[in-house]
């Protein structure tokens, strides 16, 4: 069965501190990978989404960067954190030719 | 763009009880609607999927609608329990997305209390 993780589960970092958030998925090759942020009392908003190794979409300008090192792996990444960065941030997978998205267990990332 | 909307944002009801969670959309040209769960503080639980050419789909308790041509979807809960409680979100993905992405919007949400 497949599964998926993302680490840390809770991070706290001071503004203008670098960031790093792991997902990795378990059990399929070649999936679509996507990266939320769920800000407090708004809905989810996509931020990066992969079709394919080294192959990153940005959806919104921001002060993040994504990337995909390998086929099951995908990093989001700031060099310099700002308050506006606080946030539940999920990873996402979804299966090559399937239709439904799966969602890992979240970071939730405030940034003091 | 496509603007997902969930009415209403908060919902109480009785252990026991029927209820229908609402989701509209503006651009009818989607692919796929998706119903999520979510708990306080964790990620999002797939509940059910209804294709573009689809109706209807049920799992236990649970029975989604789509009317495409009209713009909504309603979550059906029948006989609701106190473990129902929870955040309710609905997405829908865009037909003729080119980029193979079939990328998510998301509506805000219905946070459901059952009251045992």
């Known amino acids: 069965s497949q599964t998926i993780h993302q680490w840390p589960a809770t991070l706290v970092q001071p503004v203008g501190s670098p960031l790093s958030l792991e997902c990795t998925v378990e059990?399929?090759?070649?999936?679509?990978l996507y990266w939320y942020r769920q800000a407090a009392g708004r809905g989810l908003q996509l931020l990066f989404y992969s079709v394919g190794i080294g192959q990153i979409s940005s959806e919104v300008p921001q002060n993040l960067s994504a990337s995909r090192p390998q086929d099951r792996q995908f990093i989001l990444s700031s060099k310099k954190l700002l308050l506006s960065d606080s946030g539940f941030y999920l990873c996402?997978?979804?299966?090559?030719?399937?239709?439904?998205?799966?969602f890992g267990p979240g970071t939730r990332l405030t940034v003091l | 763009k496509q603007e997902v909307t969930q009415i209403p944002a908060a919902l109480s009801v009785p252990e026991g009880e029927n209820l229908v969670l609402n989701c509209s959309f503006t651009?009818?040209?989607?692919?796929?609607l998706q119903w999520f769960r979510q708990d306080p503080g964790k990620g999002l639980t797939s509940l059910l999927l209804i294709q573009s050419s689809q109706r209807e789909q049920t799992s236990g308790r649970l029975n989604a609608s789509l009317d495409k041509s009209s713009g909504r979807s309603t979550l059906y809960i029948a006989a609701s329990q106190p473990g129902d409680s929870a955040t309710y979100l609905c997405?829908?993905?865009?037909?003729?997305?080119?980029?193979?992405?079939?990328?998510?919007?998301f509506g805000t949400g219905t946070r459901l209390t059952v009251i045992p």
């Open positions: 059990g399929t090759s070649n999936p679509n």
């Open positions: 996402a997978w979804r299966g090559r030719g399937a239709y439904e998205q799966f």
């Open positions: 651009d009818s040209a989607i692919y796929n």
């Open positions: 997405a829908v993905s865009a037909a003729g997305d080119q980029t193979g992405a079939n990328n998510l919007f």
